[in-house]
C-alpha cells in the first residue's frame, strides 16, 4: 500500500519548452502533496508543499510563476516547469501524505529525470 | 531549513557485517523521525521510523535508536547484504508535516 506514481520517469525536452509531471497516489487519498528536487549527490530540496483544493506554497528561492503546481483532486498534483532552461535539468520527485495511519510519512513516487537541452 | 551536501559520506561495509549509519538532526522541536533508503535513479522508500517519546524502535533487519540529548539518530542494518547498497537518508519534522532531509550517507556493500 501507500504507492505513488510519477509520470513520465523521465523526458528530454528544448529550451524555452515547457513540461509537465504527474503525480498520482494510487491507493490513498493523498490531502498533500510534496514536489521535491534533487541534483546529483546531493540531497532532496523541498520545492513546494500543495494541499488538494488549495494554492501551493512555495519554498524560499523557487520561483512560482515557473514551476506551476496544481493539486486539483485527491489522488493528482502536476508540477509544470515552464519556458524550462538546462539549469533546470534535475531529478524531480513528488512525495504525498493522506489517510494513512501514520499521516506524517511521506511516501515517495519514483522520480522525473528531467534534461533540458 | 533544508540540508544540501556536494559530497555525500560513504560507509563501506563487508557483506554478513552490520552497518551504523549516523545523522544529527537540528531542530529541538522535532518529534518524528524517519529513514529512508534511496537507490539509484529512483524515489526515496520508507525504511523505519521513530516518535520522540521512544529511543528505540525496531523492524526487520533494521534497528533506530535516537538521542534526544545529542540530537542524533542512528539506523543500524544487521547482516548487510548487496541489496542494502544505496543512499540512506534521516529525515526530521517537527509538525505540520513539513520534513527536513539530512545530506545522506551512501552505503556501499562489498560481497
Known amino acids: 500500500g501507500a504507492v505513488v506514481s510519477q509520470h513520465p520517469s523521465w523526458v528530454i525536452c528544448k529550451s524555452g519548452t515547457s513540461v509537465k509531471i504527474e503525480c498520482r497516489s494510487l491507493?490513498?487519498?493523498?490531502?498533500?502533496m510534496f514536489w521535491y528536487r534533487q541534483f546529483p549527490k546531493q540531497s532532496l530540496m523541498l520545492m513546494a508543499t500543495s494541499n488538494e483544493g488549495s494554492k501551493a506554497t512555495y519554498e524560499q528561492g523557487v520561483e512560482k510563476d515557473k514551476f506551476l503546481i496544481n493539486h486539483a483532486s485527491l489522488t493528482l498534483s502536476t508540477l509544470t516547469v515552464t519556458s524550462a532552461h538546462p539549469e533546470d535539468s534535475s531529478f524531480y520527485i513528488c512525495s504525498a501524505t493522506g489517510d494513512r495511519a501514520t499521516k506524517e510519512t511521506q511516501y515517495f513516487g519514483p522520480g522525473t529525470r528531467l534534461l533540458v537541452l | 531549513g533544508e540540508s544540501v551536501g556536494l559530497h555525500l559520506p560513504t560507509l563501506s561495509v563487508q557483506e554478513g557485517d552490520n552497518s551504523i549509519i549516523n545523522c544529527a538532526y537540528s531542530n529541538s522541536a522535532s518529534d518524528y523521525f524517519i529513514w529512508y533508503k534511496q537507490e539509484s535513479g529512483k524515489g526515496p522508500q520508507f525504511i523505519i521510523d521513530i516518535r520522540s517519546n521512544m529511543d528505540k524502535r525496531q523492524g526487520q533487519r533494521v534497528t533506530v535508536l535516537l538521542n534526544k540529548t545529542v540530537k542524533h539518530l542512528s539506523l543500524q542494518i544487521a547482516a548487510t547484504q548487496p541489496g542494502d547498497s544505496a543512499v540512506y537518508f534521516c529525515?526530521?519534522?517537527?509538525?505540520?508535516?513539513?520534513?527536513?532531509f539530512g545530506i545522506g550517507t551512501k552505503l556501499q556493500v562489498i560481497p
Open positions: 529525515a526530521e519534522t517537527g509538525g505540520y508535516q513539513k520534513v527536513t
Open positions: 491507493d490513498f487519498q493523498a490531502t498533500t
